[in-house]
């Protein structure tokens, strides 16, 4: 059979009715969302606009759609549930470039830099709102889980700001920031998926664990993409995060080395990289250490805990395109 992709993250789907179907409701998510931003305002729908129009993978969507494959995949739920999940991550891109002062968000300017951080706070309001509105109409559970989800995320968030407590492991402290700011989301995307297609409760908890480790897995590929990508490659600026300090992966695990040969590194990565010179030199040997190998084995290995979560459901196209999933965000290249 040919192997077909579905979405800009190119995920194989070996079964071409699947494929139709995905890239299908896939549409139908886009469609529903550009409805969904449409405001008597239409200032605010062009601020709204202006990221969701500047590309994004729309992995939380198709997350959605795929886990939905457990079940009765064409309930309306679904689709609610996947422009939910978009409608929020947009929200806390918006709040997310003004805590970083970005520039840039999908190779547009981010929406702080093209107005002002008032008009982004503002659009991210308003997007969390709408998806707000919409998960109303998923009922009182739903709108549990929806209150439970940010939670999580908003601490991640908050936890990201602070430094880690007294002798608490920097990696530690790390992963439970990725799991709480990036996990919970992706985790409630394939809960709903299955939740909305009227999944069995066995089957939704397995799919929300599944989604917890593929969340974790996807932000830490990123950063893995940040220390050893090329920028043709993946569209980044390689070494980013270690020029603006930002922990990640391959850096919190080289730091804990005590081996003398990575002595130097180890004192780079200590302190401030801003320094062209020192930033290459830190990029360097941190591209060519045993940290990067072990990132990628522990990214791996979090795909294949992944799968292993997928072991109640019976053999179908759906399963395998859901394992398939979980190894391309372990192993992607943008
Ligand atoms: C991206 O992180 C950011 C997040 C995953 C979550 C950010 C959440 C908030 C700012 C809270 C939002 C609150 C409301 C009310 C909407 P990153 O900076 O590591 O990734 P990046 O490279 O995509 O910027
Ligand atoms: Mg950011």
Same mark, same amino acid.
């Given at each position: ?11 194989? =789907? ?26 008597? @305002? ?11 129009? #500047?590309? /994004? ?20 739920? =679904? ?11 947009? @929200? ?85 920031? =990725? ?31 599944? /989604?917890?480790? =593929? ?38 695990? #080289? ?26 030199? #830190? ?22 805990? @992944? /799968? ?27």
């Amino acid at each position: 059979m040919t192997e077909t992709s579905v979405s800009s993250l190119a995920l194989p =789907v070996l079964d071409s009715a699947l494929e139709a179907r995905l890239r299908d409701r896939l549409g139908e998510v886009e469609a529903r969302l550009e409805r969904e931003i449409q405001s008597e @305002a239409p200032f605010i729908t062009e601020a709204c606009r202006h990221l969701m129009h #500047a590309g /994004g993978k729309r992995f939380r969507p198709l997350l959605v759609l795929l886990a939905a494959e457990t079940g009765d995949a064409s309930a309306p739920e =679904v689709l609610t549930s996947a422009c939910v999940v978009e409608l929020t991550h947009l @929200a806390s891109l918006y709040h997310d470039d003004v805590m970083d002062e970005a520039a840039l968000r999908r190779g547009a300017d981010s929406a702080n830099a093209r107005w002002d951080n008032h008009v982004a706070i503002l659009a991210g309001d308003w997007l969390f709102s709408k998806s707000s509105e919409l998960t109303s109409e998923l009922g009182s559970e739903a709108v549990r889980i929806q209150a439970e989800t940010f939670t999580r995320l908003v601490e991640g968030q908050i936890l990201e700001t602070q430094p880690p407590q007294q002798g608490q492991d920097l990696l530690a402290h790390y992963l439970r920031v =990725v799991a709480g700011k990036t996990g919970s989301l992706i985790a409630t995307s394939a809960r709903y998926g299955a939740m909305f297609a009227g999944a069995s409760p066995e089957v939704v908890s397995a799919l929300t664990k599944y /989604g917890d480790k =593929v969340g974790v897995a996807f932000q830490l590929s990123d950063d893995i993409l940040d220390v050893g990508s090329e920028s043709t490659e993946s569209g980044k600026t390689p070494g980013t995060d270690l020029r603006e300090g930002v922990p990640t992966l391959p850096s919190l695990l #080289a730091r804990r080395s005590t081996a003398p040969a990575d002595a130097r590194l180890v004192e780079l990565l200590g302190g401030p990289l801003v320094d062209d010179d020192l930033h290459a030199e #830190a990029l360097g040997l941190l591209r060519s250490h045993q940290a990067m190998d072990d990132a990628r084995s522990y990214v791996l290995g979090l795909a294949r805990e @992944a /799968g292993q979560h997928l072991e109640v459901l019976p053999e179908s196209p759906a399963k395998d395109a859901l394992v398939a999933f979980a190894e391309l965000i372990a192993t992607r290249t943008a």
